[in-house]
């Protein structure tokens, strides 16, 4: 079992930067994939952006390429969402996830992961 707890949501203005924390309850490294997730009012939960167990691979939506940077670090436990150029259409709530090893899963898809954080709010004014 993972908890997970989400921070550094808030408000900001369009073109400005936010960085998403996601702490960990236990040991996730070399173990566990993490990605985040996005739901915006009135929409189902989209992919963000997800990272391998060492954190050499990245997976991004189209709409954040450029923009968002995943990474981890694996001694504190902890995944970040570093968030550069915000629009006001990245306005949503914001969900880390996680789910154990597997070989050949698509850590894009979130019906693959078994953690769910309880998400924190961004929202970017134009």
């Known amino acids: 079992q993972v908890q997970l707890v989400e921070s550094g949501g808030g408000l900001v203005q369009g073109g400005g930067s936010l960085r998403l924390s996601c702490a960990a309850s236990?040991?996730?490294?070399?173990?566990?994939?993490m990605g985040w997730f996005c739901q915006a009012p009135g929409k189902g939960r989209e992919f963000v952006a997800a990272?391998?167990?060492?954190?050499?691979?990245?997976y991004y939506a189209d709409s954040v390429k450029g923009r968002f940077t995943i990474s981890r670090d694996n001694a504190k436990n902890t995944v970040y969402l570093q968030m550069n150029s915000l629009k006001p259409e990245d306005s949503a709530v914001y969900y880390c996830?996680?789910?154990?090893?597997?070989?050949?899963?698509?850590?894009?898809?979130?019906?693959?992961?078994?953690?769910w954080g309880q998400g924190t709010q961004v929202t970017v004014s134009s």
């Open positions: 990272i391998d167990l060492s954190g050499a691979r990245t």
């Open positions: 996830a996680a789910r154990g090893y597997a070989p050949g899963v698509d850590i894009t898809a979130q019906n693959r992961y078994e953690y």
């Open positions: 236990r040991r996730t490294s070399s173990t566990y994939f």
